[in-house]
């Protein structure tokens, strides 16, 4: 799916991936959200003008061994390997538990009705999304660091 948007909160908390332009026609795909193409194009400046600094060309066709962060000769430890295969079928469980707490919160009535199931439908329901965030955002980090790896 294709999104355009110029609110930057709402891609970092949607996006799994950012494709922006470079000028001279080229685009380029960066993994995560708005936050984290910032900081990859940082580092990839960064890079640039430490190779121009030491007098070589650089090159667009060229990935510069500079700008290879020192994880890429590392490997996913077993525990990070465990966590990539399991984040995606816990986070689905978790956002069926979300949507099931928000199904008995879209009752107009709950608020007056049982005000004690209220409070605690919308305690558990702040603590699934958060634990929610929580693991897409430990998702996110290990999926970066598996195409650091890989790429």
Known sequence: MLLVSHDRDFLDRTVTSIIAPEGEGKWIEYA???????????????????????GKPSSSNETPAA??????????????????????KR??????????????????NLYAKDFAKFEKTAAQLDKA??????????????????????G
Do not use: C, F, H
Request: without cysteine.
């Open 91 to 108: 986070m689905e469980e978790a956002q069926t538990a979300i949507a099931k707490l928000e199904a008995v919160m879209a009752d107009p």
């Open 32 to 54: 995560g959200g708005y936050a984290d193409m910032l900081a990859q194009r940082k580092a990839d400046i960064a890079a640039r003008s430490t190779i121009k600094a030491a």
């Open 129 to 150: 999304r958060a634990e929610m965030a929580g693991m897409e955002d430990e998702w996110l980090e290990l999926e970066m660091l598996r195409e650091e790896i890989e």
């Open 67 to 88: 700008a290879k962060p020192a994880s890429a000769n590392k490997k996913l430890s077993y525990k990070q390997k465990y966590a990539l295969e399991t984040l995606p």
